[in-house]
């Protein structure tokens, strides 16, 4: 879209007249904050630093919402969390150096799941930039390189007045699809340095549209209504887009089988005649996707996971929609479409001719009944039946966080998310830590729905700070640690590879007694109390602790 700046309203003379003369005291952080404002941002989440005293400092005299956490990487992920639940840009303050780069794996997680965060920087005084060894505190040759690779755009600040431009930039940038974190870098002494600029009132940062070529559509719809087994993949760009309904109405029109990736949870319902859910970590699914004739591929690049480890094979045609362009046909030859999902959806449904296929839901309880039948000739029943009793603790409208831990492997496959946007996980970067901060984003965004994070004890240890962060805001987050007393996903990966283990095995804390003394109830569960317990901590106001010694198994994998 076109942003066509004359259609503004001329200022009234009021406005004038503030503009000529802006209260005092003023400084380059104020500009932030009011670009923020300006921009429609009411929470923020970071920690201070030295060199980012002035945007605190402004803060301070701003109606703005400030959630601090104690690690700026759990800072990172819990404005992750804030831009997936809410589809608002999350803001993330950080200072220079060792607290810029400290949320770098956050970003790294925000970029793979197409999380809005806008993360702003300090950096050293003006003076001591261009590369130069000046010696300042905290000073890098070249911060902003550590950050190209990651976001989808870096913005440099180099004088007061270019503040609101780049951060409207970078707003606009981080809120078109695809979603994703971007950068600003703002040197101190502009941040602390007096400014007469205006206050900064509305900024013009609208999203770009990503349409989908029409001429395309028409060929996609067409090997869609013409297709004997046609089968859809939906991916997180459906969950992000907020597409899940067209999504269902065009499954139902073609009577074409979905199955969702990880990072699509919830996209399609569990329930549906035509979910093949998510088991496409399962050979059986796979085999069902390469026997399509069209499959349609939407928010999904088909990677490692989402492709069975790269054994899938496809023998039909591939139609894939997505907004990230480096996504389309990078695993697959395929007819690519580059457009934001929900849009290309609705084109799709304008263009398809219906079609029935009375066997579809058929096939689609077959393949589920072959798939369950071979866990179930795992004897894999304590993971199931843990599961299960999450599922039943857990409300209906609550999001739940997963950390990488043996747990949600399996809630990855076999974890009934009920609705979109609920199920969130840090698989599209594949870091530790995410589920409790990650929880507390999201708690900060709807403090009035109890959230579920589910930690391994491991990744449990990347976190415990943000028990302190739980208690000062009493956020509504239920933590389960599952202790197994390591690294128990890396445990049997080295021995199913390896047949020894090595650097595995943790010392840990009481994490019960830890949580109780920073304030946070806590109680040591077994398998058969964990569904009460959990609802008990869910239906209490505040944060609370739920521990779970087990020892977990994974499923045996199908793509060796």
Same mark, same amino acid.
């Given at each position: 879209?076109?942003? &066509? ?18 209260? =005092? ?37 701003? *109606? ?16 992750? +969390? ?8 999350? *803001? ?34 003006? +003076? ?69 600029? *205006? ?113 899938? +094979? ?8 997505? +907004? ?8 697959? =030859? ?60 857990? =409300? ?6 997963? &950390? ?11 974890? &009934?998310?009920?609705? *979109? ?24 965004? &709807? =403090? ?113």
């Amino acid at each position: 879209m076109s942003h &066509d700046h004359d259609e503004r309203p001329p200022l009234t003379p009021e406005q004038i007249e503030a503009a000529l003369n802006p209260p =005092p005291g003023r400084t380059g952080g104020d500009l932030v904050i009011e670009t923020l404002r300006g921009l429609g941002a009411t929470t923020v989440f970071g920690l201070p630093g030295q060199h980012a005293l002035g945007i605190f400092d402004a803060l301070r005299r701003s *109606p703005l919402s400030y959630v601090g956490l104690r690690v700026e990487n759990n800072a990172g992920f819990a404005a992750d +969390a804030y831009g997936r639940i809410t589809g608002e840009a999350a *803001p993330l303050l950080l200072s220079t150096g060792p607290g810029a780069l400290t949320s770098l794996a956050a970003l790294q997680e925000a970029a793979a799941a197409s999380a809005p965060v806008l993360a702003i920087s300090s950096q050293v005084p003006a +003076a001591g930039l261009g590369g130069g060894r000046h010696g300042y505190l905290h000073e890098l040759r070249d911060q902003q390189a550590s950050f190209r690779d990651i976001v989808k755009s870096v913005h440099l600040v180099r004088t007061a007045s270019q503040i609101p431009s780049a951060i409207a930039a970078a707003w606009e940038s981080a809120l078109t699809a695809p979603h994703g974190p971007v950068w600003v870098e703002i040197p101190e002494d502009v941040l602390s340095a007096e400014t007469v600029l *205006p206050v900064v009132t509305a900024p013009d940062a609208t999203p770009r549209e990503v349409p989908a070529r029409p001429e395309l559509i028409a060929v996609a719809a067409h090997l869609l209504s013409h297709a004997r087994r046609p089968a859809i993949v939906a991916g997180g760009g459906v969950v992000r887009s907020d597409a899940s309904g067209k999504l269902r109405a065009l499954a139902e029109r073609i009577d074409a089988p979905v199955v969702t990736t990880y990072g699509g949870k919830g996209a399609f319902p569990w329930n549906h005649p035509l979910s093949l859910r998510s088991w496409i970590e399962d050979r059986h699914t796979t085999d069902f996707l390469e026997d399509a004739d069209v499959l349609l591929v939407v928010g999904s690049g088909l990677g490692e996971l989402s492709s069975n480890y790269h054994t899938f +094979a496809p023998r039909g045609r591939i139609v894939q929609i997505e +907004a990230d362009v480096g996504k389309l046909e990078a695993n697959h =030859p395929a007819l690519g479409i580059h457009a934001d999902a929900r849009d290309a959806l609705a084109e799709l449904l304008d263009a398809v001719a219906p079609r029935t296929d009375p066997t579809a839901a058929a096939r689609v309880a077959e393949l589920l009944d072959r798939v369950r039948e071979r866990i179930d000739a795992q004897g894999r029943t304590l993971e199931q039946h843990l599961l299960a009793e999450i599922r039943r603790a857990l =409300p209906d409208t609550s999001p739940s966080f997963w &950390d990488m831990t043996i747990l949600s492997y399996w809630a990855w496959a076999a974890f &009934d998310a009920r609705r *979109p946007n609920t199920m969130h996980s840090a698989q599209g970067s594949g870091g530790l830590g995410y589920a409790f901060p990650g929880a507390l984003g999201a708690a900060t965004a &709807d =403090p009035a729905t109890p959230v579920l994070a589910v930690s391994g004890d491991g990744g449990a240890m990347y976190s415990l700070a943000e028990l302190a962060t739980a208690r000062q805001y009493d956020l509504p987050v239920t933590w389960l640690i599952v202790d197994d007393g390591g690294y128990g996903i890396l445990r049997a990966y080295m021995d199913a590879s390896f047949g020894a283990t090595t650097a595995t095995e943790l010392a840990r804390p009481d994490f019960v007694a830890l949580a109780e003394s920073f304030g946070v109830p806590a109680v040591r569960t077994d398998p058969e109390t964990l569904g009460d317990d959990l609802a008990a901590a869910l239906a209490r106001p505040g944060p609370s602790v739920v521990v779970l010694p087990a020892v977990l198994e994974m499923f045996e994998p199908t793509h060796q």
